[in-house]
């Protein structure tokens, strides 16, 4: 009976569980579809508070901001300009809507020329070097207004650089979630089109994970924790959901999942062939993720879905 059923389910999808990620663009003045990920746009500076508010009326309150400036350079030196993409957007919003959980992601790759996510002499990415870098980025973020700020360029020790950083300037309050267990997937590519954040050489596998690993994701998420991270992730969610059981039943902390571009794009395509029926797919994939353990779950479909709920 339908009744029962509902009455003994174990998962709840909720719209407090969802993250919107938002690409804003320095160079736009009017949105701008992104050709790799069907009906997701980059939305131009100006355009910040009226894309979270229509958000905020379905329901959604967390945002992850991710930001293409006008400049690149070696160093990513447009991430801690204070009248930077990011820092502009933050205000923005911030001066609108007090109550949305603003979120930023603390990466060099959209902002270097090179398009790595470390500074890099030669084709070696230096990650000590990469971290004062981090923490300047982390500060200026919290000085525009975020709430919590999520490093994801997976440099060893960028959440006790970043944790320390805010400490010292009275930003104690300001969350850190870590992208501590990022593997070096494949289904990033769509971001990388959407973020302009693409690679000039090499690869990004001397910095994320391995795919074949699972107990290195725990030391990775062990490590995160003791420098200070208040939410751990696990990125990719779909082909991780076995990683994402196992961070949950070991650590018990705040979990949160990417449903990383190119899982949104798949169904995207899928969708669009009339193959599958697309509500259903996504609502099934995004409870198979909370099923598996996460809290949190940053995704591209976090308005159909929230429409629905
Ligand atoms: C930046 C970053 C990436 C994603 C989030 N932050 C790309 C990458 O590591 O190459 C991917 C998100 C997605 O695919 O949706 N470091």
């Known amino acids: 009976m339908e009744k029962l059923r509902n009455l003994f389910r174990e998962t709840r999808l909720d719209k407090e569980s969802l993250i919107m990620p938002v690409f804003v663009d320095e160079n736009l003045s009017s949105p701008m579809e992104i050709p790799s990920m069907p009906d997701y746009y980059r939305i131009p500076v100006d355009s910040i508070g009226d894309e979270i508010g229509k958000a905020m009326e379905l329901g959604i309150k967390a945002f992850i901001l991710f930001g293409i400036p006008k400049h690149k350079d070696e160093i990513g030196s447009s991430a801690f300009d204070s009248n930077g993409v990011i820092q502009k957007a933050l205000k923005n919003a911030r001066r609108e809507f007090e109550d949305a959980v603003l979120i930023t992601d603390i990466c060099l790759c959209e902002y270097t020329t090179h398009g790595h996510c470390g500074v890099v002499k030669g084709e070696e990415i230096l990650n000590d070097a990469t971290l004062p870098i981090l923490q300047k980025i982390a500060l200026s973020h919290a000085e525009s207004g975020a709430d919590i700020v999520a490093p994801s360029g997976m ?37 990388r089109e959407a973020a302009d ?6 690869d990004r596998k001397s910095y994320q994970m391995d795919i074949h690993n699972s107990d290195e994701a725990l030391r990775e998420v062990e490590l995160d924790l003791k420098e200070g991270a208040d939410i751990v992730m696990v990125k990719p969610a779909l082909s991780y959901l ?7 039943e070991t650590f018990k902390v705040p979990l949160a999942a990417y449903n990383v571009s190119g899982e949104y794009s798949m169904v995207k395509a899928v969708s669009k062939a009339g193959w599958l029926d697309e509500m259903s797919i996504i609502y099934e994939i995004l409870t198979s993720i909370k099923r598996a353990g996460a809290d949190l779950i940053i995704t591209y479909h976090a308005k159909q879905i929230a429409e629905v709920l």
């Open 242 to 248: 076995d990683i994402l059981r196992r961070v949950k």
């Open 155 to 191: 440099m060893d020790g960028m959440v006790k650089a970043i944790r320390d950083a805010l400490d010292e300037n009275g930003f104690e309050n300001t969350a850190i979630m870590s992208y501590s267990a990022k593997y070096a997937s494949s289904f990033y590519g769509p971001f």
């Open 197 to 202: 954040s693409g690679f000039k050489f090499g």
